[in-house]
């Protein structure tokens, strides 16, 4: 028989509880050691099952999540001083392909291919002075939140029935079942608009204080608030109110802008004093409803361990990067990955769970999600005569990164010009 994650004395008595189910749901794709029991794929069922919010598509992701793209190893290391050579030998080699001078020349040729005024000669015949590893760590931090507020929406009463109290209790905002509205875990963001049930009811509208028409200000710009006058007219400016206007020739004629009367009603009220209330349509009362707001994000804290020899990449390109996952962990609340015989990995994992993501006081977390992956990262440096240049390798896709420092440009730095302009 499937049991529950949680048991009987841990279960909340609201229906946040399933919340935590499908926390403890989410720890069982651990690929690093990690302190606790491992969770089996028969418990995350059995909390499928067993919530009475979300229905299983919650849980779908959990457990169909794809693969990582590449092995996750267990890490056997020593404390920083030593953890380029622990990597080496533990992970790197059995990951990657060391690159040889005709690997490193046709990857550089065709990252100079791209650029419309770099020269190819450096990259063909420069020597290849120095080719170093200065891999590198990356650490995320996902926490997936979903976030509820309450606005109130207000719309003319025209009639009918209005659905409130009078039906039944009115519903709280995290009572509100929202299984078909739920995304997939960890999507960047998602907004929902729900009207919460029995929330209706009819009130008198503000604007006109319930009589369904408001003073007009154009024919009672000098009254008092809530005072108005009636059949209040206007002088005809087409004949300064004459009601006739005057020829060259010395005879009249009657204005037909006011026909004769030298006078014009209002023209916004037809000189009633009043004109009709735009909130309610002249009806007096407004039907007023709670909408429950709801927004799911992912927020991420992300960490960047870098050699000296690598300092010069901007963190967003190791991010960008493929590397070779170390740890991929998922639970309500990720705690920092354990490895056997890594004491800088062990740090490095608590700092980067140490910058966990603000949630408003108004969200919930559903789900984290922590990964330490390793970034393979050749630097090489190429030198000629008296002068050189370097440029990196960067991830298992091979990307070449390359930052101003190339000898062979021909634009004269019109470059910048010509992409601002995509010509």
């Known amino acids: 028989m499937d049991q529950p994650l949680l048991s009987d004395e841990k279960r909340e008595s609201d229906r946040w509880s399933s919340y935590e189910h499908v926390g403890r749901a989410c720890s069982a794709i651990p690929t690093a050691s990690l302190a606790g029991s491992v969770v089996s794929v028969d418990e995350i069922r059995s909390a499928a099952a067993s919530s009475d919010i979300y229905p299983p598509s919650l849980h779908a992701p959990l457990l169909s999540s794809p693969q990582p793209h590449y092995p996750s190893e267990q890490v056997v290391g020593h404390p920083q001083d030593a953890y380029d050579g622990h990597l080496r030998g533990n992970v790197i080699d059995g990951q990657r392909q060391v690159l040889d001078e005709v690997e490193i020349r046709e990857l550089l040729l065709d990252h100079v291919g791209h650029r419309c005024c770099w020269g190819s000669r450096p990259a ?44 039944g209790p009115e519903l709280g905002i995290w009572e509100l079942d929202l299984r078909s509205e739920f995304p997939p875990l960890f999507i960047p963001e998602k907004e929902s608009s729900v009207v919460i049930p029995r929330s ?23 009254k008092e608030p809530g005072f108005y006058k009636e059949n209040h007219m206007f002088q005809c400016s087409t004949c300064h109110g004459r009601g006739l206007l005057a020829h060259m020739d010395g005879s009249d004629s009657i204005c037909k802008n006011c026909k004769g009367k030298g006078m014009l009603p209002c023209a916004t009220c ?16 407004l039907l007023t409803r709670k909408v429950a707001i709801v927004k799911w994000k992912t927020l991420q804290a992300r960490k960047v361990s870098a050699t000296s020899g690598a300092a010069s990449v901007p963190d967003e390109v190791f991010h960008r990067a493929k590397g070779v996952q170390l740890c991929n962990t ?54 000629q005569n008296r002068r050189s240049f370097s440029f990196y390798i960067i991830g298992t896709t091979r990307e070449v990164y390359l930052k101003d420092s190339y000898p062979s440009t021909l634009c004269w730095g019109l470059c910048p010009c010509l992409e601002w302009l995509k010509l």
């Open 330 to 383: 998922q639970a309500h609340q990720c705690t920092p990955a354990y490895f056997a015989d890594s004491y800088f990995l062990n740090k490095f994992s608590s700092e980067v769970i140490a910058e966990r993501a603000q949630v408003s006081p108004t969200a919930r977390v559903i789900c984290e999600r922590h990964t330490i992956s390793v970034v393979p990262v050749t630097r090489v440096t190429m030198a």
């Open 200 to 222: 209706e009811a009819v009130e008198k509208c503000s604007g006109c204080g319930g009589r369904g028409d408001i003073v007009c200000l154009t024919c009672n710009a000098d």
């Open 124 to 167: 063909r015949n420069w020597i290849i002075q120095a080719v170093e590893d200065c891999n590198v760590y990356v650490g995320t931090l996902e926490t997936f939140a979903e976030d509820r507020e309450i606005i109130t929406e207000k719309e003319p009463y025209l009639g009918g029935d209005a659905h409130g109290k009078d039906n």
């Open 270 to 285: 037809g000189s009633r004093g009043l004109i009709k209330c735009e909130m309610c349509q002249g009806s007096g009362s």
